[in-house]
């Protein structure tokens, strides 16, 4: 939870105080956040430590005061990075007098950005959301908190690039990216560098994926190369079937 957001939140309290709001959240004096998370569904991986890392932040502002004297109350639903749970998770939040939603996955914000709007409840979106998003005239309750997918497919095919002395005209770059809204996002992008900068662009979609496991692999590469670490999983992909280790 970004220094932005405890902002956001100090003017949200005192919004609740000047309509005498009897939610909750106002009864207790605690501001209620919505927290979703995957702990145990295919994203994994990144929910058993980010998770915990947003409460830890939570217990960290709660312990020089709260926000505007008020204790922040995080109240968490492992969806398992599927939507119809993110979906009913954010409307018992709603229920519970939430000011806020911690948005986990793309498919989730793409499911709850008009709830969002409608609602006028600001949602975050960390890994990494809808790269629209980041326009805030279009979407007013939709906090981006780190770089976009197609800022992101940007940087890496231009770092790319710097590796081959400035051109990527004749080369060929590879795309193998989990087949749903976060990793079909930065492919517009990626279609339009691959048109400007004259690189053969080849995408390998893959369905279904649970990280089992990554771990750094050594590797004799040359420079040029970019070193990724090395991932066990299990994956069900259009063209190799259902147990295919990738």
Same mark, same amino acid.
Request: net charge positive; hydrophobic share 40%; aromatic share 10%.
């Given at each position: 939870?970004? /220094?932005?957001?405890?902002?956001?939140?100090?003017?949200?309290?005192?919004?609740?105080?000047?309509?005498? @709001?009897?939610?909750?959240?106002?009864?207790?004096?605690?501001?209620?956040?919505?927290? /979703?998370?995957?702990? %145990?569904?295919?994203?994994?991986?990144?929910? %058993?430590?980010?998770?915990?890392?947003?409460?830890?932040?939570?217990?960290?502002?709660?312990?020089?005061?709260?926000?505007?004297?008020?204790?922040?109350?995080?109240?968490?639903?492992?969806?398992?990075?599927?939507?119809?749970?993110?979906?009913?998770?954010?409307?018992?939040?709603?229920?519970?007098?939430?000011?806020?939603?911690?948005?986990?996955?793309?498919?989730?914000?793409?499911?709850?950005?008009?709830?969002? %709007?409608?609602? #006028?409840?600001?949602? %975050?979106?960390?890994?990494?959301?809808? @790269? @629209?998003?980041?326009?805030?005239?279009?979407?007013?309750?939709?906090?981006?908190?780190?770089?976009?997918?197609?800022?992101?497919?940007?940087?890496?095919?231009?770092?790319?690039?710097? /590796?081959?002395?400035?051109?990527?005209?004749?080369?060929?770059?590879?795309?193998?990216?989990?087949?749903?809204?976060?990793? #079909?996002?930065?492919?517009?992008?990626?279609?339009?560098?691959?048109?400007?900068?004259?690189?053969?662009?080849?995408?390998?979609?893959? #369905?279904?994926?649970?990280?089992?496991?990554?771990?750094?692999?050594?590797?004799?590469?040359?420079? @040029?190369?970019?070193?990724?670490?090395?991932?066990?999983?299990?994956?069900?992909?259009?063209?190799?079937?259902?147990?295919?280790?990738?």
């Amino acid at each position: 939870m970004p /220094q932005y957001l405890i902002i956001l939140l100090a003017a949200l309290v005192g919004l609740t105080g000047a309509l005498g @709001a009897a939610s909750p959240a106002a009864a207790s004096h605690e501001i209620v956040i919505g927290v /979703q998370c995957d702990r %145990t569904g295919a994203t994994q991986i990144v929910g %058993t430590v980010y998770c915990p890392a947003q409460h830890d932040y939570i217990a960290l502002v709660n312990s020089k005061g709260g926000v505007e004297g008020h204790k922040l109350k995080a109240l968490e639903v492992d969806h398992e990075y599927k939507v119809p749970p993110a979906v009913e998770s954010y409307e018992r939040f709603k229920k519970d007098g939430a000011v806020s939603i911690l948005v986990y996955g793309t498919p989730q914000i793409y499911a709850l950005a008009a709830k969002l %709007t409608e609602d #006028r409840i600001p949602g %975050t979106s960390p890994g990494f959301g809808s @790269a @629209a998003a980041a326009d805030g005239t279009r979407y007013p309750y939709i906090f981006p908190i780190a770089a976009t997918y197609w800022s992101q497919g940007t940087a890496a095919v231009d770092f790319v690039k710097k /590796q081959f002395g400035g051109t990527l005209k004749g080369k060929k770059i590879a795309y193998i990216f989990y087949d749903n809204p976060a990793g #079909r996002e930065p492919i517009e992008v990626l279609e339009d560098l691959a048109t400007r900068e004259g690189f053969q662009l080849k995408m390998f979609a893959v #369905r279904s994926c649970r990280w089992c496991g990554a771990r750094p692999r050594r590797t004799s590469t040359p420079p @040029a190369a970019s070193r990724w670490p090395r991932a066990t999983t299990r994956c069900s992909s259009p063209v190799s079937g259902p147990t295919t280790r990738c």
